[in-house]
């Protein structure tokens, strides 16, 4: 009786193995994640895209349930030189609005800062969730 025990748990463990697979081959490399990044940043400047950078890393600290997705740290690795120091400036002055937009709430009215933050979550998804208007795919909003 031990031995179908044994056989239905290897057959469970290989047909696990097998749907797990497909995920480990397609697992993008980083060459191949810093080539997309290039590619979907082609038409834009590195202050742009150090803008939407940055927006992608203070919505995650802000907006519930917001998450990056893997082409945000592809873009930190694209830009050297004077290019690098834009895009990082950039996405430093956008980042630092967004802590400073969660901080809001020690002011007088925190209703007010309740619906400014929803508000600019909203808008960010818009702009760079998963179908952006500005630059797709950054963000996965909640319950993605």
């Not at 060459?31 to 939407?52: I, L, Y």
């Not at 945000?72 to 967004?98: C, E, H, K, M």
Request: hydrophobic letters at 40%; glycine letters at 8%; aromatic letters at 6%.
């Amino acid at each position: 009786m031990s031995a179908p025990k044994r056989s239905t748990g290897l057959i469970v463990s290989c047909v696990a193995a097998a749907l797990a697979w497909p995920s480990f081959a397609a697992a993008p490399s980083e060459t191949e994640a810093k080539d997309a990044a290039r590619s979907a940043v082609a038409q834009m400047t590195p202050h742009d895209v150090g803008s939407r950078y940055g927006q992608a890393l203070g919505v995650i600290e802000i907006c519930p349930g917001a998450q990056t997705t893997v082409k945000v740290p592809a873009l930190n690795t694209i830009y050297t030189g004077a290019d690098l120091q834009t895009f990082q400036a950039q996405a430093s002055r956008i980042f630092n609005a967004w802590i400073k937009l969660k901080q809001c709430g020690t002011f007088d009215d925190p209703n007010e800062c309740r619906v400014v933050v929803e508000e600019s979550c909203a808008a960010a998804l818009i702009e760079i969730g998963p179908t952006g208007t500005v630059f797709p795919g950054l963000l996965e909003g909640p319950g993605r």
